[in-house]
């Protein structure tokens, strides 16, 4: 836990500073030291949910009789 701890509020300086800097505004650095984060952990989320399903997806053995259609990108 002291770890998570310690890369949040590594997290959180770098968001501060990266958004102080780029403006000048400590109210902007701070509303992107809050806001940055609490959205990357939802992105983060989403990404750990897809990822899951394209692992489960690829561990499935192929039914050559009734095959799924491809999906191209």
Known sequence: MTKTLSFAAVHFSVAFTVGYLMTGSVVVGG??????????????????????????????????????PVMSA
């Open 31 to 68: 509303a992107l030291a809050l806001v940055e984060p609490a959205v990357n952990t939802v992105a983060y989320h989403l990404h750990e949910q897809v990822w899951k399903s394209l692992e489960a997806r690829r561990q499935r053995p192929l039914n050559l009789e009734n095959p799924e």
